[in-house]
């Protein structure tokens, strides 16, 4: 079946502008979670949505960062007022439910963004 | 950060097992050993877990000691296309916390 899909994959943005990066999960999958990943550096967790609330958000850096996931679906990361120091590979996974077999999170192939 | 501890490089033979090693000594006995693997430019790949039994699925094996403080991944005939930084982690399943951490990884080279 159908992977985690991530959308752009590429944005390309200017210092100081809005961006908005897309999630769709693994079809079913109530878990879903968003890390960073810096050059040469692994994933870094972000945050993670069980349905459609953010279960755990002590990743986000700062408050210029903000997830939604309304439907319980799709989820989108959205960055305000963007700097340089966020570029980096967005990466989205998602999981199975509690008590539906494993919660592995499988990962979709991310977003780079590029802050100039 | 991480609970776990692996080389930073690897090389490997083509056709050859590759055996990648992780020290995880402080793990809790409800976490399990998770491996994951990047391919260049894309997003990690789930290859295996387990909790204290050694594991085979069609990627790879994991074998976990019996203290469970340390793991081996091991790729039994490795391919050109196995080149990957490969991460263990260690995590609980369904308990609290539901995020990965990542650490550094090993960067596994298959040389033809």
Redesign the interface.
Known sequence: GAGVSQTPSNKVTEKGKYVELRCDPISGHTALYWYRQSLGQGPEFLIYFQGTGAADDSGLPNDRFFAVRPEGSVSTLKIQRTERGDSAVYLCASSRPPGQGTDTQYFGPGTRLTVL | D?KTTQPPSMDCAEGRAANLPCNHSTISGNEYV?W?RQIHS?????II?GLKNNETNEMASLIITEDRKSSTLILPHATLRDTA?Y?CIVRP??QG?????????TRLTINP
């Open positions: 991480a998770y994951y894309q997003g990690p790949q789930y877990h930084v991460y399943e369904y916390a539901q995020k990965l951490v990542f650490g550094q990884g």
